[in-house]
Structures are given as structure tokens and as C-alpha cells.
């Protein structure tokens, strides 16, 4: 790790725990708390849970292995790293970017506009840049995805202040749906505590991966898991939480559509920080003395707990106190102060609540900044300070258009009318439209690409290579002699065995993830129908 540090004068984590906990605070954000809870709740509840569990099991955490393998191999940001390990020429991206350009042109044809130009622009670009494109769309991806973020983290703060001039105090659903639709649609005080989001991130990002990055993320990550276990106990405690339960254990699946399962799939990139590179970068601050598959599996389990848990925080009360579960994206924000109305001291407890939701939001949204600060540094040799500040000026600029676009504003009336024009359905703000493109189509279509590029292009053997760098034998043990136990046994560790780690992560490298992703998105387009 030293060694690293002094002939590439990159800085590292400060060991295993500190990266373990940076990733995981990466992972465990508004997606878990905020994102996860309503639209469990729009999609039916037990049924959806079990399909994103699948998800993240099959999808997740391979991916997840492979970024963190690309980032500690490269030690470059995501844009750095496909630059460095992309061939000359590559067969399968020409054929990609022709497949692009086609379905381009389909989709013009079914007079899908937006969609059609935006595949014809993208094939064209796969054909120029080949892989180089995954690394550099997933900086773009990070630079938009970051700018809503950074709103609702604003919206955070905003509910801290109102929770403190104790205007939080609802025991039913109408005012405090009210309360909520006033809230967001006011662009003045909401670009305000945007603001001040975006300068927190800035301010971490800007002490580096040590003092800044890792330190913010040990104190906050443990102090959310205590302020979360209490806030379950009392909502478990109201009367009448069971039917909450059993919203979120007893899977129904005639609630649960196709629709439904592509949601699941992009939510566990978006959950797990994947399809944009964010782990590359983190991972290549890891040091070569740490194990890969062991850290990927504490991060994505430490992930799924958070999810479990705000379900568990959440779905009780909305029971209990017979709110809507399908409620949408205010959903956390009208229920969790009407339980805090409900215990003593309420708006001290609401008052912490939204400012550990903060503290969420914030160890995630500096794994964006640093991604964007990250490839600035690295391909663009900007000083780091300065990379920091200017990128986040940017990203404020865009968050505050998706702050207004969800107001009632004048001057974005019309971007109203042409973003629901160009892509259909239903009436989309800025917002929306950065949202669903952003978490929708390009995480998991980074997804698919990074799992092929890793798969098939650099190589499964170049991967484990690197992979078996502080993973002792784990990487070659038989899977029953691992799963027994055995690992260190030494007559049961010789020889070269068929089914390890190493091979079952190459299979679903190279075959599952892609086909479970290709599969989620030709269902979505409505050209597969496997419902019967
Ligand atoms: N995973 C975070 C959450 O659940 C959000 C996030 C942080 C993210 N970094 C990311 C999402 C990178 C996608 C890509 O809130």
C-alpha cells in the first residue's frame, strides 16, 4: 500500500476498514432510505423486494467485484481506466455501435423521437471511441446524477430547519402531503439548501481521500444504523404496524410487472453505486494488500441491511397511520415526521432524523464529486482544488434547473412540454428526465458494458489476477471446500480445481450479468414478452 502511494503519489484508503466504509457510505444513501422504501411501495412490496434481492445477488455483487478490480488494477478514475486498457480495435464495439445505430433508426421509425436520436448520437460515438466511451459516460453519468442528488439532500437539510421550528407535527396525511408538495415546489428556499449541499460535498471532497472522504464516513455511517434501529422500534410498536410487515414479507406477484423488474435492476446499480465507475475510482485508492471479494461483500451486504431496515422503518408506520404506500418520491418525508409526532420529544428526534439522512446522502454524493474530480485530476491534470470547486459549481448550476422544473415556474413551462413531447408518457419535469435516464438506461447500461469489456475484452484472467492480490487462496479453493470451512486445510487447498471463485465469477461476468441486463432492457422496449 506504501509502495503504491510513494511511485504513483496517489493517495490510499488508510486500510481495509476505512475503504469498507467509504464504499459502503458510497452505497447507502437516499437510494436505500429515501428511493428504496417508495418505490418498493408503487411496485406492490414482498414480490419486488425479493426480485431486487435477486438482483443485487446476481448482478451486484459480481459487478461490483469487477469495478473495484479495474480501479485498484488501472489506479485511474473510470475515464483514465478504459483509456488505458481498451485495444487498438475492437470487433465487438463496431458491432455494438452499428446494433445502436439500428435500433436508432427502429425507433424513429415507431416515431419514439427523443429515444431515436439519442441511440443513432450514441452508436455513432461507440464506433469512434469504442470502450474509451464507458469510462467517459460514466463521468457524465456521475456529473447528472449528482445534480438532483444534490437536491433532495437539499430537501434533507430543508426538513432538518422546518423539523426544528418544530412546523413538523402532522398526525394524518393531508397536511402533510401538503406541507411537502409546498415545500418542493418553492424553487427559492430549495436551490437555497441545494446549495448548501453541494458546498458540504465540495468541502469534504476538497480534504482529500484520508482527512476528507474517509473520516465523514466513519463517524456516519455507524450513527445512522443507531438512529434507524430506534426509529423501527417505535414504529413497530404502533398500533396496528403488523399489516406493514406483511406488505414487505409476503410477496404477492400478481402486483409485480415488467415494468416493475427493470426498476428493480437499475435500482440495484443505483443502490450499490455501480454502472458509472464510482467503485473503479474508489478501488483504485485501495491498496494491493486488500482482499476484493471480501470487501465486495461486505459493502453489498452492508447495503441490503440499510434497505431492509428503512423498509422496516417506514412501511409500519405507513400502515399504522393509513397513509398510501404507493405515495411516490415524498413518501419518507411525510411519514417519518408524522411517526416522530408521535413520541416524546418528537422534533428533537425529527430534528436528528433528517440530519443523519443528510449524512447519507452526503457520504454518497461525495463518491459522485470524486468521480468527476477524479477524472479531472488524472486526464486533465487540473490541480485538485481546483477540479473540486469548478466541478461543483457545475453541478449546482444543473441541479438548480431540476429544482425549478419541479416547481410551478414560469420560464420552465415549455422544456415541460418538450420533454414530455419527445420521450411520451407521462407528464416529466427536468428532473424527472435526469432521474430516469440517469438510473434507468445508463447505470445499467454501464453495467452491461463494464461486465463485457471485463469479460470479454480485457480478460477474466487479467482480472483474477489482480483480484488474487490479498485474497490469499480465496480466489482458488474448490467452492465446497470454502464454504466448509477448509480454505486454509492443507490437504484439502492443492492442485487446480474446476469450480472456484475465480470461475463462477468469471461465468457470471462473462454470461449472466450481461443476459440478465440485455434481457431487463429488451423487455422494457417491449421487444421480448416473457409475461405469459
Ligand atoms: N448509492 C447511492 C444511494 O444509494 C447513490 C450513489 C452514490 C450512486 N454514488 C453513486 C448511484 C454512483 C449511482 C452511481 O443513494
Same mark, same amino acid.
Given at each position: 500500500? =506504501?509502495? &503504491?502511494?510513494?511511485?504513483?503519489?496517489?493517495?490510499?484508503?488508510?486500510?481495509?476498514?476505512?475503504?469498507?466504509?467509504?464504499?459502503?457510505?458510497? *452505497?447507502?444513501? +437516499?437510494?436505500? %432510505?429515501?428511493?428504496? #422504501?417508495?418505490?418498493?411501495?408503487?411496485?406492490?412490496?414482498?414480490?419486488?423486494?425479493?426480485?431486487?434481492?435477486?438482483?443485487?445477488? /446476481?448482478?451486484?455483487?459480481?459487478i461490483m /467485484?469487477?469495478?473495484?478490480?479495474?480501479?485498484?488494477?488501472?489506479?485511474?478514475?473510470?475515464?483514465?481506466?478504459?483509456?488505458? +486498457?481498451?485495444?487498438?480495435?475492437?470487433?465487438?464495439s463496431?458491432?455494438?455501435g452499428?446494433?445502436?445505430?439500428?435500433?436508432?433508426? $427502429?425507433?424513429?421509425?415507431?416515431?419514439?423521437?427523443?429515444?431515436g436520436?439519442?441511440?443513432l448520437?450514441?452508436? *455513432?460515438?461507440?464506433?469512434?471511441?469504442?470502450?474509451?466511451?464507458?469510462? /467517459?459516460?460514466?463521468?457524465?453519468?456521475?456529473?447528472?446524477? +449528482?445534480?438532483?442528488?444534490?437536491?433532495?439532500?437539499?430537501?434533507?437539510?430543508?426538513?432538518?430547519?422546518?423539523?426544528?421550528?418544530?412546523?413538523?407535527?402532522?398526525?394524518?396525511?393531508?397536511?402533510?402531503?401538503?406541507?411537502?408538495?409546498?415545500?418542493?415546489?418553492n #424553487?427559492? #428556499?430549495?436551490?437555497?439548501f441545494h446549495?448548501?449541499?453541494?458546498?458540504?460535498?465540495?468541502?469534504?471532497?476538497?480534504?482529500?481521500?484520508? =482527512?476528507?472522504?474517509?473520516?465523514?464516513?466513519?463517524?456516519?455511517?455507524?450513527?445512522?444504523? %443507531? /438512529?434507524?434501529?430506534? @426509529?423501527?422500534?417505535?414504529?413497530?410498536?404502533?398500533p396496528?404496524?403488523?399489516?406493514?410487515i406483511?406488505?414487505?414479507?409476503?410477496?404477492?406477484?400478481?402486483?409485480?410487472?415488467?415494468?416493475?423488474?427493470?426498476?428493480?435492476?437499475?435500482?440495484?446499480?443505483?443502490t450499490?453505486?455501480?454502472?458509472?465507475?464510482?467503485?473503479?475510482?474508489?478501488?483504485?485508492?485501495l491498496?494491493?494488500?486488500?482482499?476484493?471479494?471480501?470487501?465486495?461483500v461486505?459493502?453489498?451486504?452492508l447495503?441490503?441491511?440499510?434497505?431492509?431496515l428503512?423498509? @422496516?422503518?417506514?412501511?409500519?408506520?405507513?400502515?399504522?397511520?393509513?397513509?398510501?404506500?404507493?405515495?411516490?418520491?415524498? @413518501?419518507?418525508?411525510?411519514?417519518?415526521? !408524522?411517526?416522530?409526532?408521535?413520541?416524546?420529544?418528537?422534533? @428533537?428526534? !425529527?430534528?436528528?432524523?433528517?440530519l443523519?439522512?443528510?449524512?447519507?446522502?452526503?457520504?454518497?454524493?461525495?463518491?459522485? +464529486?470524486?468521480?468527476?474530480?477524479?477524472?479531472?485530476?488524472?486526464?486533465?491534470?487540473? #490541480?485538485?482544488?481546483?477540479?473540486?470547486?469548478?466541478?461543483?459549481?457545475? %453541478?449546482?448550476q444543473?441541479?438548480a434547473?431540476?429544482?425549478?422544473?419541479?416547481?410551478?415556474?414560469?420560464?420552465?413551462?415549455?422544456?415541460?412540454?418538450?420533454?414530455?413531447?419527445c420521450?411520451?408518457?407521462?407528464?416529466?419535469?427536468?428532473?424527472?428526465?435526469i432521474? &430516469?435516464?440517469?438510473? &434507468?438506461?445508463?447505470?445499467?447500461?454501464?453495467?452491461?458494458?463494464?461486465?463485457?469489456?471485463t469479460?470479454?475484452?480485457?480478460?477474466?484472467? =487479467?482480472?483474477?489476477?489482480? %483480484?488474487?492480490h490479498?485474497?490469499?487462496?480465496? $480466489?482458488?479453493?474448490?467452492?465446497?471446500?470454502?464454504?466448509?470451512?477448509?480454505?486454509?486445510?492443507?490437504?484439502?487447498?492443492?492442485?487446480?480445481?474446476?469450480?472456484?471463485? $475465480?470461475?463462477?465469477?468469471?461465468?457470471?461476468?462473462?454470461?449472466?450479468?450481461?443476459?440478465?441486463?440485455?434481457?431487463?432492457?429488451?423487455?422494457?422496449?417491449?421487444?421480448?414478452?416473457?409475461?405469459?
Open positions: 500500500m =506504501k509502495e &503504491n502511494r510513494e511511485t504513483t503519489g496517489r493517495e490510499n484508503w488508510s486500510g481495509r476498514l476505512g475503504f469498507i466504509l467509504a464504499a459502503a457510505g458510497s *452505497a447507502i444513501g +437516499l437510494g436505500n %432510505i429515501w428511493r428504496f #422504501p417508495y418505490i418498493t411501495g408503487e411496485n406492490g412490496g414482498g414480490a419486488f423486494i425479493l426480485v431486487y434481492l435477486l438482483c443485487v445477488a /446476481i448482478v451486484g455483487l459480481p /467485484i469487477c469495478e473495484i478490480t479495474l480501479g485498484r488494477h488501472t489506479q485511474r478514475n473510470p475515464a483514465g481506466c478504459f483509456a488505458m +486498457l481498451t485495444p487498438k480495435s475492437s470487433l465487438l463496431h458491432f455494438l452499428a446494433g445502436m445505430v439500428l435500433t436508432g433508426i $427502429a425507433l424513429l421509425v415507431f416515431q419514439s423521437y427523443g429515444w436520436i439519442a441511440a448520437v450514441l452508436g *455513432a460515438l461507440v464506433f469512434r471511441k469504442s470502450w474509451r466511451l464507458v469510462g /467517459i459516460m460514466g463521468v457524465l453519468t456521475g456529473f447528472l446524477i +449528482l445534480s438532483y442528488y444534490s437536491v433532495v439532500g437539499g430537501w434533507a437539510i430543508g426538513y432538518a430547519v422546518k423539523a426544528a421550528a418544530n412546523q413538523l407535527s402532522f398526525d394524518s396525511m393531508e397536511p402533510a402531503k401538503e406541507t411537502f408538495v409546498n415545500f418542493v415546489s #424553487p427559492l #428556499p430549495v436551490i437555497g446549495l448548501l449541499f453541494m458546498l458540504l460535498c465540495v468541502l469534504i471532497v476538497y480534504k482529500g481521500i484520508q =482527512k476528507g472522504i474517509e473520516t465523514a464516513c466513519k463517524i456516519m455511517v455507524p450513527l445512522l444504523f %443507531i /438512529i434507524m434501529l430506534m @426509529l423501527i422500534l417505535r414504529g413497530l410498536t404502533l396496528g404496524a403488523d399489516a406493514g406483511r406488505f414487505c414479507f409476503t410477496p404477492d406477484f400478481s402486483k409485480l410487472t415488467a415494468q416493475g423488474v427493470l426498476i428493480a435492476l437499475s435500482h440495484a446499480f443505483f450499490l453505486s455501480l454502472g458509472m465507475g464510482a467503485m473503479i475510482t474508489y478501488g483504485s485508492y491498496g494491493k494488500d486488500e482482499n476484493i471479494f471480501g470487501a465486495a461486505w459493502i453489498v451486504a447495503d441490503t441491511l440499510f434497505a431492509i428503512a423498509c @422496516l422503518m417506514i412501511f409500519p408506520a405507513v400502515f399504522a397511520m393509513g397513509f398510501e404506500a404507493s405515495e411516490g418520491p415524498g @413518501l419518507l418525508f411525510q411519514v417519518v415526521p !408524522a411517526v416522530f409526532h408521535k413520541i416524546p420529544f418528537g422534533p @428533537l428526534w !425529527a430534528v436528528l432524523f433528517f443523519l439522512l443528510l449524512m447519507a446522502a452526503l457520504s454518497s454524493g461525495i463518491s459522485l +464529486l470524486e468521480v468527476v474530480t477524479a477524472y479531472l485530476v488524472d486526464e486533465r491534470k487540473w #490541480p485538485r482544488h481546483q477540479a473540486v470547486v469548478l466541478s461543483g459549481i457545475v %453541478i449546482f444543473l441541479g434547473l431540476c429544482a425549478v422544473s419541479l416547481g410551478d415556474w414560469e420560464a420552465m413551462r415549455g422544456t415541460e412540454k418538450i420533454i414530455t413531447a420521450f411520451g408518457g407521462a407528464k416529466a419535469s427536468f428532473f424527472d428526465l432521474d &430516469n435516464l440517469t438510473s &434507468n438506461w445508463m447505470l445499467p447500461l454501464g453495467g452491461l458494458f463494464i461486465a463485457l469489456f469479460g470479454w475484452i480485457w480478460g477474466v484472467r =487479467k482480472a483474477i489476477e489482480e %483480484i488474487r490479498g485474497s490469499k487462496n480465496f $480466489a482458488d479453493v474448490h467452492l465446497l471446500t470454502l464454504m466448509a470451512g477448509l480454505k486454509d486445510d492443507p490437504s484439502h487447498n492443492g492442485g487446480t480445481h474446476p469450480l472456484t471463485l $475465480a470461475t463462477l465469477w468469471g461465468i457470471f461476468i462473462r454470461f449472466v450479468c450481461p443476459v440478465a441486463i440485455l434481457i431487463t432492457f429488451l423487455h422494457t422496449i417491449g421487444w421480448l414478452n416473457l409475461t405469459p
